[in-house]
């Protein structure tokens, strides 16, 4: 080892130390005669001070030329920084290292952008073609150190709990789980393809039947599905399956899991939990309470339903509408007519005809049109169904229920965005149960499954399967935070006439059904136990732990959100010879 400390170690109780540094030379400071060197690492940042008294001539000769990013290695003594030049705000603030001695171990050109802030005024692409630049900065390096510590914490608390972690291979099939796959042409078997796995789902499912009773991996997943802000065509998950077990046994698993690592890591990521135990939602709930599958419960601001109070309304878009709700904005009374124009565009976005704006002053509700035209007694409904105080905003939407949920929840989200009500310090956990377990895909004219299609329906709707469908519940769970999925999972089905009517159901024939899912139907025969799982999203937790907008700033090289690496300059085009091999032609 050529250093004796890290950047970041060195303390005023190391005060006359002979130490040796290295790293990278962060800023460059020229003080009448004296250089100051701050010299970075991952773990942290000294102050190198450059006596020409002390070094020999050449070595500060050389350091006169060092600029930042050059990379040095430093020999030298701790001495305590005079009184008042001590920095607080460092954690090695207290010293200074005198150097003796200084080797350059590499030049640096100057960078594209500047390493000393933590990026978020940088275009993204130009942080991605660099990313080993950009991984230099602070804010990456805690990112990095703050996944590794939660995948060590998963990892140990699954051994912990006797699960093993079992590798399920990448080479996959095409056996589609929802999202498009990535295909992989092979050599040996011209013109045929694996499929890279959306998830291990069927493998890990194969393992129960197996015996292995608990599984677990660090798993990496692909989809080809148009990017959005936290997506990746890659990504990790904690994948999870158990056998013998209920649906309570799963989360209380993840559930105490994740309350250990808020704990246990409070001095990293500065987190605490908003709801311990995790609060629990029905679909149902989640949805007419905040037109929303995976809500942000760090504020309230529920959704309320007027609909039967509005009913015989003079108010004509009240009267004529399938249904009236609204959400109430606190504090915003105030708002011009420019101001609640753009919420009135806003709600339209999302798919709403309107928005009914409601000021509630000193005086009551107000309003354009509408608050002339309501009664006393509806008035004072609004305000008791929203719970709404002098000097709030009422916001409504007069349409069919799923128009106005969806409009009302975006809503929720933009007014909350605004207000600040969010505590960005604050995890605000929960489970979301009682999911549907089949939707009506209108444009195929096909029922979807919500989750897969090895999900089990609740045991007393197995009835309702061929005559009902859009009725039955699936055994689902889906682990939210902060308006964000955090990860899904279910009871699976076990059993092989279950698992074919459900195929069944989704439009597969017989013969389409085993050509893509023979293992499982096959493997059902044998013995397989009830079993469940889940796959908390790997990237997706360290990115809110880390209070980060999107799961980029915790992959080391993500691809940006067009699916490209710019850095390797990927996907790229393959050779005539590498095309000729795998018996592929390219037509575009
Ligand atoms: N395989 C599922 C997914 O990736 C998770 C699970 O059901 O365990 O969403």
């Not at 950047?7 to 002979?18: F, I, M, P, Q, Y």
């Not at 030049?107 to 000393?116: E, G, L, Q, R, T």
Request: aromatic share 8%.
């Amino acid at each position: 080892m050529r250093k004796t400390h890290t950047a970041g170690a060195l303390r005023a109780t190391d005060e006359g130390k002979s130490v040796i540094l290295a790293g990278w030379v962060h800023r460059r400071r020229d003080f009448g005669g004296l250089i100051f060197v701050d010299l970075r690492d991952r773990y942290g940042m000294t102050q190198i001070t450059l006596d020409p008294q002390r070094v020999p001539a050449e070595v500060f000769k050389a350091v006169e030329g060092i600029r930042a990013e050059y990379v040095i290695e430093v020999e030298g003594t701790v001495h305590l920084r005079p009184e008042k030049m001590r920095n607080p705000k460092l954690a090695t603030g207290d010293v200074e290292v005198f150097a003796t001695k200084v080797i350059i171990h590499n030049a640096a050109k100057v960078p594209p952008f500047p390493i000393d802030t933590d990026g978020t005024d940088v275009d993204e692409n130009l942080r991605l073609k660099y990313r080993y630049l950009d991984l230099r900065r602070e804010r990456m390096a805690r990112n990095l150190t703050l996944r590794h510590k939660l995948i060590k914490h998963m990892r140990d608390y699954m051994d912990r709990n006797g699960f093993i972690e079992v590798e399920t291979p990448i080479l996959f099939k095409s056996t589609p789980e929802g999202a498009r796959e990535y295909l992989v042409p092979s050599r040996v078997h011209p013109g045929e393809f694996y499929a890279l796995p959306q998830s291990p789902q069927q493998l890990k499912q194969l393992l129960m039947v197996g015996g292995i009773e608990r599984y677990f991996q660090i798993a990496r997943c692909f989809r080809d599905e148009d990017q959005r802000a936290d997506r990746q065509p890659e990504f990790t998950q904690l994948d999870v399956e158990m056998s013998f077990v209920d649906r309570d046994d799963v989360m209380a698993l993840i559930e105490t899991m994740l309350v250990q690592f808020t704990t246990e890591q409070a001095a990293l990521h500065g987190k605490r939990l908003l709801y311990t135990p995790f609060r629990r939602l029905t679909f149902a709930e989640a949805m007419g309470r905040y037109g929303n599958d995976k809500p942000d419960l760090r504020f309230g601001m529920e959704i309320f339903d007027v609909t039967v109070a509005t009913r015989d309304s003079q108010f004509a878009v009240f009267a004529g509408a399938p249904g009236v709700r609204g959400i109430v904005a606190p504090g915003c009374a105030a708002y011009t007519r420019k101001q609640t124009d753009e919420l009135i565009e806003f709600a339209r976005k999302e798919g709403a005809k309107g928005l009914v704006v409601l000021h509630h002053d000193p005086e009551g509700i107000r309003g354009s049109g509408a608050g002339a035209k309501l009664s006393e007694a509806e008035k004072a409904a609004l305000i008791a169904a929203g719970g709404s105080k002098p000097g709030d905003l009422l916001l409504l939407v007069a349409d069919a229920e799923g128009i106005a949920l969806n409009a009302l929840g975006k809503l929720r989200v933009e007014m909350g965005t605004r207000l600040k009500l969010a505590d960005p310090n604050v995890l605000a956990f929960a489970w979301v149960v009682d999911f549907p377990m089949f939707t009506w895909d209108k444009d195929d004219s096909r029922w979807v499954p919500n989750h897969h299609l090895f999900t089990a329906p609740r045991d007393e709707d197995l009835d309702k399967f061929e005559t009902n469908p859009g009725e039955v519940k699936g055994k689902q769970y889906d682990l939210v935070c902060n308006g964000y999925e955090a990860g899904g999972g279910s009871i699976r089905i076990h059993r092989r006439d279950v698992q074919l009517r459900v195929m069944s159901l989704l439009g597969l024939s017989l013969e389409e059904a085993y050509k893509k899912f023979g293992h499982m139907l096959d493997a059902f025969e044998y013995g397989a136990p009830p079993h469940g799982g889940i796959a908390p999203g790997v990237d997706r937790l360290a990115m809110l732990f880390a209070g980060e907008p999107n799961i980029r700033e915790v992959i080391a090289f993500p691809k940006n959100q067009q699916a490209a690496d710019v850095m390797l300059g990927i996907p790229s085009a393959a050779t005539d010879k590498q095309l000729k091999e795998l018996s592929v032609s390219v037509t575009l």
